[in-house]
């Protein structure tokens, strides 16, 4: 007896199946456990970071929270809201896990880039690639905490997702706006959470294939890449200018003696 091959209705609604069918995993793991767990990074510098999200404090404490007071806070600032507002540990990770799950679309585009077919079996595939991708001992210690890895990850999956439908569209105009948008989710990553800067250089590598020629590679490279930096200082540009203001260094406290230069040549002290 021979099965029928998917609708056309089924393959309409499949992401959406698949992001729901993520969502629910994702929040069944604090609800399963009845908690979230509160690490000593928890304790010592999230819930104090979406504070500062918040309120900028440097006029107010002094290196808080060590070093770590001069992360990147805005990923921090549901955790904060969560706290200050008293929810309970299952609230504040299914809604914690909410917000994680948006990192499921991406990764299905990537698999049915790479399993593009039409049947139960390439449905199935993708369906399997999309749960083998968050099944990893780092992916699920996240479902739990109050990390911000999951969240700043999401903009550097969409990078690659978009780069990936932009190989798959024959269309040229619609492939370089796709290309672009890419590179400004790369761009967004970084700002995110600055150590997804060596993953970033590796997407030129997806922005160059199967563009039809060196010209529209190369079109598409330079549009990438203003896109990525057009991004990140949209993205990062107000903290890191929080940080100009406060040490003369906007992605302080690294490479800080880089930048000792550019202080005694503005006049500036820290």
């Given at each position: 007896m021979l099965i029928s091959p998917p609708s056309a209705r089924a393959l309409r609604w499949e992401p959406w199946l698949?992001?729901?069918?993520?969502?629910?995993?994702?929040?069944?793991?604090?609800?399963?456990?009845?908690?979230?767990?509160?690490?000593?990074?928890?304790?010592?510098?999230?819930?104090?970071?979406?504070?500062?999200?918040?309120?900028?404090?440097?006029?107010?404490?002094?290196?808080?929270?060590?070093?770590?007071?001069?992360?990147?806070?805005?990923?921090?600032?549901?955790?904060?809201?969560?706290?200050?507002?008293?929810?309970?540990?299952?609230?504040?990770?299914?809604?914690?896990?909410?917000?994680?799950a948006l990192a499921v679309p991406p990764v299905w585009i990537v698999a049915r880039w790479v399993c593009p077919g039409a049947t139960w079996?390439?449905?199935?595939?993708?369906?399997?690639?999309?749960?083998?991708?968050?099944?990893?001992?780092?992916?699920?210690?996240?479902?739990?905490?109050?990390?911000?890895?999951?969240?700043?990850?999401?903009?550097?999956?969409?990078?690659?997702?978009?780069?990936?439908?932009?190989?798959?569209?024959?269309?040229?105009?619609?492939?370089?706006?796709?290309?672009?948008?890419?590179?400004?989710m790369a761009g967004v990553s970084v700002a995110f959470k600055l150590s997804n800067g060596p993953l970033a250089l590796v997407l030129p590598l997806l922005w160059c294939l199967n563009t039809g020629g060196p010209r529209e590679a190369l079109r598409r490279l330079i549009g990438a890449g203003l896109a990525s930096v057009l991004g990140c200082l949209v993205a990062y540009g107000g903290w890191g200018w929080q940080l100009w203001q406060y040490a003369g260094n906007p992605i302080y406290p690294f490479y800080d003696g880089h930048f000792g230069g550019l202080r005694a040549l503005l006049g500036w002290q820290p």
């Open positions: 698949v992001w729901l069918a993520g969502m629910l995993a994702f929040a069944s793991v604090p609800v399963v456990l009845g908690q979230i767990g509160l690490s000593w990074d928890a304790l010592n510098h999230h819930i104090y970071l979406g504070w500062v999200a918040e309120q900028p404090r440097f006029d107010r404490d002094l290196a808080a929270a060590g070093n770590q007071a001069y992360q990147y806070p805005y990923l921090y600032w549901p955790v904060y809201k969560l706290a200050m507002a008293g929810a309970s540990g299952v609230i504040a990770g299914v809604v914690l896990a909410l917000l994680q079996t390439d449905l199935l595939l993708r369906l399997m690639a999309v749960v083998l991708a968050f099944l990893g001992g780092l992916g699920l210690s996240l479902l739990d905490s109050t990390s911000n890895d999951m969240l700043a990850t999401i903009p550097y999956l969409w990078a690659v997702a978009l780069g990936a439908l932009a190989l798959s569209t024959p269309e040229r105009v619609r492939g370089r706006r796709l290309t672009y948008a890419s590179g400004l």
